[in-house]
């Protein structure tokens, strides 16, 4: 009755999944060193004039040839991201790791291979010419694209195209920062729709791929080197120093919060408030972000603000930016121009931006304490790198990816505790002002939610047997309505009939349905003439997603749930599953998460 219905598409095996997530994973960290070698170009170009694919972001960069017209550079970029942007993909404005959320729960997964493209070109140029943000989100987009494509090109379920592009995302992660676990749980985290080992491993592949790959290129150290760390200064053998880090963690969620509604409100004041067209708008935010950066040189000698700011970072983690001023303003000012950058309509990542501010306000938090608590024996640096993982996890959400990145990049055992007090008072202050993530409120903005958790589904872990009504019962196709009328008068254990025709099921029909036909044609018509014939029929060990599956598949309405080698022979027929019985079931699976 339903073999003309289209067929599900069917899972690749494990073994050709995995060969897919390693490809995923190189490309991701390919993708990377590519990435990396276009901001160098456009950096070198526009800061030094000269042409070179060689720019350590760890280093400052030295005062370039233009003087107070370096002031001009940010908008130069500006211009070049707008005509990209407006041209050919509007998908990469912004930080792009919530548009690829948006397409894994809104659109199947399936991104067009045009938004790597432009987004690399837009963010590498958006960098390069001094724009506060970070070249995560990018290689996050570099990844996921090509994973997704892969999923389109090769026949493959929704879930399997899904964990392609998750694999992509944490390869990208891996790669950037040399972090493969790091990468696998902000995959897991941020990404999946599902935690499985069917979903765990390739995107474990692809973020060890990935992270090999970028170690050929740039190296085996951890993207941070922090020699002030080699001492323990995360013995944590006073309670006080203990509890500064409690203090820490509602700092930084406080700060937070500030981080992303910063950002939010420069983005809606650009977007409602600001006329003229995208290109007018861009250059108007980043007129003011090239005053800072040249004001940091003017005062301060180090641009400081502009780009990635990994230099100023690993000033802070050095010990050679101890103070309390500076970093408070260095503060201030990358939360002003990341907001401007972004606000405007930039094409780059937060990631980097949350590095800075974490180690920046971590930083002078610790400097302040040591000057109150001199006998404390504090270490500012440590501060600074708690302040990392706290601003990282309150304004992502993502706290088990800001733990273990940081371990990753000091591979320092000490620093779980100290960085697990951070970061949970962290997210537990940000989430109290402010629910919504950076990457969430977007999306959430668009009136496309995110999940708050990954649960699970226990009614998926049901058979059909556990789902069906079995109160039912057989009766012939001939049986009149007036027939039907007299056999069920004042009966109430069954709700719904089989109808049968040479002992085949050739539909099935409710009391309800049968008595309102009766009212309607004076009893004179047959149960086979008014039978629903729109069912399916499943095995009874079927779990609730293939029963799903198979009435969706199948366009039925009811499934009848048999147990014999005849799943169409009436003694085999066990229950019946209509969209009552579902509803139930995730009802009941609903009461054991919220009870």
């Known amino acids: 009755m339903d073999s003309d219905q289209p067929r599900p598409r069917q899972p690749l095996n494990p073994f050709s999944m995995s060969m897919l997530a390693c490809i995923v994973g190189g490309v991701a960290g390919l993708g990377a060193v590519v990435f990396r070698a276009m901001i160098a170009f456009f950096h070198n170009l526009l800061f030094s004039g000269k042409v070179s694919f060689f720019y350590e972001a760890n280093l400052h960069t030295p005062p370039g040839p233009w003087g107070p017209y370096i002031i001009l550079v940010p908008i130069v970029g500006a211009a070049g991201v707008a005509y990209l942007v407006s041209n050919f993909a509007p998908e990469a404005k912004g930080h792009g790791v919530p548009e690829v959320m ?107 791929t990935a992270t090999y790959v970028g170690q050929v290129f740039f190296g085996t150290y951890p993207v941070f080197r922090i020699p002030t760390l080699e001492t323990p200064y995360f013995l944590l053998t006073n309670p006080v120093v203990l509890l500064s880090y409690a203090g820490l963690g509602i700092l930084t969620g406080v700060a937070s919060a500030l981080y992303i509604r910063s950002l939010y409100k420069f983005e809606d ?64 000012l990358k939360l002003l121009v990341t907001s401007l950058t972004l606000g405007s309509g930039a094409s780059g990542g937060i990631f980097s931006p949350a590095l800075y501010l974490g180690a920046t306000l971590g930083g002078a938090y610790g400097v302040l304490l040591r000057h109150i608590f001199p006998g404390l024996d504090i270490s500012f640096p440590a501060f600074a790198v708690a302040g990392m993982a706290g601003i990282v996890a309150g304004s992502t959400g993502a706290t088990m990816t800001a733990i273990v990145m940081i371990f990753e990049m000091t591979l320092d055992y000490n620093v779980v505790l100290p960085l697990t007090i951070t970061v949970a008072l962290s997210y537990g202050v940000r989430w109290t002002i402010c629910r919504e993530s950076i990457y969430t409120l977007k999306l959430a903005r668009r009136g496309h939610y995110m999940p708050q958790a990954l649960q699970t589904d226990f009614q998926y872990l049901k058979r059909a047997s556990q789902i069906m009504e079995s109160r039912i019962a057989a009766i012939a196709a001939s049986t009149t309505l007036s027939e039907f009328a007299e056999l069920t008068i004042g009966q109430t254990s069954v709700d719904y009939f089989i109808v049968v025709e040479d002992h085949t099921i ?20 047959t149960l086979g003439e008014i039978a629903n014939r729109n069912l399916t029929i499943v095995s009874d060990d079927a779990t609730f997603v293939q029963v799903l599956r198979t009435m969706r598949n199948r366009q039925a309405s009811v499934a009848v749930v048999s147990a014999g080698s005849d799943p169409l022979a009436i003694e085999n027929a066990r229950g019946i599953i209509t969209k009552q019985q579902i509803a139930d079931s995730i009802a009941q699976g609903i009461e054991v998460l919220t009870e």
Not at 322 to 330: D, F, I, Q, R
Not at 506 to 525: Q, T
């Open 269 to 332: 004041i650009f977007d409602n408030r600001i006329g003229g067209s995208y290109y007018r708008k861009h250059i108007l935010g980043m007129l003011p972000v090239g005053i800072v950066i040249y004001g940091c040189m003017h005062f301060f000698g180090h641009y400081y603000v502009e780009g990635v700011g990994y230099a100023a970072i690993e000033d802070v983690l050095t010990g050679h930016l101890a103070s309390v001023y500076l970093m408070g303003l260095l503060f201030f």
């Open 102 to 208: 948006d397409t894994i729960y809104y659109n199947r997964g399936i991104i067009r291979p045009i938004v790597a493209v432009v987004k690399s070109i837009a963010s590498a140029l958006s960098i390069g010419s001094g724009g506060s943000i970070g070249r995560e989100g990018p290689i996050i987009q570099i990844g996921s694209s090509f994973g997704s494509t892969l999923g389109q090109w090769i026949s493959m379920p929704a879930w399997q195209r899904i964990t392609l592009l998750a694999a992509g995302t944490g390869g990208g992660i891996a790669a950037t920062f040399n972090t493969p676990i790091g990468g696998l749980l902000f995959a897991v985290e941020i990404m999946l729709q599902e935690v499985s080992v069917r979903t765990l491993v390739p995107v474990a592949i692809a973020t060890a």
């Open 506 to 525: 050739i539909g099935s029909v409710s009391i309800r349905a049968a008595l309102n036909a009766l009212d309607e044609s004076a009893g004179k018509r």
